[in-house]
């Protein structure tokens, strides 16, 4: 996660030198040459503060949701960028531009919320409950409440992170 979280401040440092040339892979809804940007989007940011806002989250809830394993890690990001990106595509106003790595913050908070319940282990319920407790105040984020915010990142990206955890749920072992 510690590399994830550096490769992001290298791209946004690249991006501050060439004058902002990489927000141009940022999402612009209901084109269709945008949908190549949907990946992208996620790694770019909109300046270094908002960079700085995504980057403790990401690394602790990156850092939490990796523990399963880096493969089903990999799998949970991977739809919780495409359903954010999607989302954002469809459902964002005419001419914004969307780009940060909030919509995985928010997916992976909904990922470890519910993923104990999924799958039925008491390890998990206490990481989703303790994340929930620390981080359950970014739920507001879903809201378009803030001018210039993309709650529906945020809420496709939450939404990703809950499909992720039934998508990708452990088998249940016969006897338990």
Aim: net charge positive; aromatic share 12%.
């Amino acid at each position: 996660m510690a590399g994830w979280v550096a490769l992001l401040w290298v791209l946004e440092a690249v991006d501050a030198a060439s004058g902002h040339a990489l927000d141009t892979f940022g999402i612009t809804p209901r084109e269709a040459g945008e949908l190549r940007d949907i990946v992208p989007a996620a790694f770019v940011h909109f300046g270094f503060a908002h960079l700085a806002a995504n980057s403790v989250p990401l690394l602790v809830l990156g850092f939490l949701a990796a523990l399963s394993g880096a493969r089903r890690f990999l799998a949970v990001v991977t739809v919780i960028v495409l359903t954010s990106g999607l989302g954002v595509w469809f459902t964002a106003p005419a001419h914004s531009t969307t780009a940060g790595a909030s919509g995985v913050v928010f997916g992976l908070f909904g990922y470890l919320l519910i993923r104990g319940f999924v799958d039925r282990r008491v390890g998990d319920v206490l990481v989703g409950l303790l994340v929930g407790a620390v981080y359950g105040s970014i739920l507001w984020g879903v809201l378009p409440t803030a001018e210039g915010v993309s709650w529906q990142g945020h809420l496709f990206g939450l939404i990703g992170g809950v499909a992720a955890a039934f998508v990708f749920r452990r088998p249940r072992v016969a006897g338990r």
